[in-house]
């Protein structure tokens, strides 16, 4: 089992960039797939980024709207797991969830980090 902690979430002006964490506070990380998902006020949950749990650099996927301005990174030393952007938009604001995959197909979510993006 897994817990997960996200952080980072913020006001950020358009243009700017963000750092989102992804911890896991009990249990660790090394053999679940990560993804980051967002959720906008009145819009479905999608996903956003995911990596495998292969390796820190490990294959990774990106939605086509931040394919380019987000990036996934894992570090497993630290059990966390990255999503970094630049040029955000507006259209970018939304809850952020990362979540924790088994191999075997069981997922985990964390609470979920506010993005804001605005001037």
């Known amino acids: 089992q897994v817990q997960l902690v996200e952080s980072g979430g913020g006001l950020v002006q358009p243009g700017g960039s963000l750092r989102l964490s992804c911890t896991a506070s009990?249990?660790?990380?090394?053999?679940?797939?990560i993804g980051w998902f967002r959720q906008a006020p009145g819009k479905e949950r999608e996903q956003v980024a995911c990596?495998?749990?292969?390796?820190?650099?490990?294959?990774?996927n990106y939605a086509d709207s931040v394919e380019g301005r987000f990036t996934i990174s894992r570090d497993d030393e630290k059990n966390t797991v990255y999503l970094r952007g630049n040029s955000l938009k507006s259209e970018d604001t939304a809850e952020y969830y990362c979540?924790?995959?088994?191999?075997?197909?069981?997922?985990?979510w964390g609470q979920g980090t506010l993005v804001t993006v605005s001037s």
């Open positions: 979540s924790a995959t088994t191999p075997w197909g069981l997922t985990y």
């Open positions: 009990v249990g660790t990380l090394d053999y679940y797939a």
């Open positions: 990596i495998s749990t292969s390796s820190r650099d490990g294959p990774t």
